[in-house]
């Protein structure tokens, strides 16, 4: 890695440990649309529209653009999420994350140059639960046009 750019920041949370390493990967030409589940660590470069829910990791890179609503255990934005994201655990915004929306975590970290715009609330035990969405959405719309 001598060189290339350090996936995370100085004072941030330490990458996810040898027996959380990546399990899922969608690159940067993938276009998916529809519910997504996995366990463990999962990283998304490309589009992603729908729904994830489930208990682990997501690592949303650079070139990621997510819209939809998000459930699981602990994310991490350095591309642009716009929707819900509930987290169990934390919610990190590193220097090229952008949120738009609503977000409900126990803990959040907003590197220095990240963006988010939305409410924010944050409580021990968030949980996602379907009949509850509807009361916490927010409608917004951000174009992805300058």
């Keep these: 890695m001598s060189g290339g750019k ?7 949370s330490p990458p996810p440990s040898p027996s959380e390493e ?4 969608l690159g940067k030409q993938t276009l998916f649309e529809g519910k997504m589940t996995f366990e463990g660590v999962f990283r998304l470069d490309g589009k992603f529209e729908g729904e ?5 990791t997501l690592i949303v890179g ?3 653009i997510v819209k939809g609503k998000i459930g699981l255990h602990t994310i991490i934005i350095n591309g642009m999420v ?27 970290t907003i590197n220095e140059g ?3 715009e939305g409410h924010c609330k944050m409580e021990e035990g ?21």
């Design 6 to 12: 350090s996936f995370f920041s100085k004072g941030s």
């Design 22 to 25: 990546i399990s899922a990967y």
């Design 52 to 56: 994830i829910f489930e208990s682990g």
């Design 62 to 64: 650079e070139t990621a």
């Design 82 to 108: 716009e929707g819900e994201i509930f987290a169990k655990k934390r919610v990190e915004i590193h220097s090229t994350g952008k949120v738009y929306g609503n977000l409900y975590a126990p803990i959040l």
């Design 114 to 116: 990240g963006i988010f």
């Design 126 to 146: 968030i949980d996602r639960k379907e009949e509850n969405l509807d009361l916490l959405s927010i409608k917004t719309d951000h174009s992805l046009s300058a």
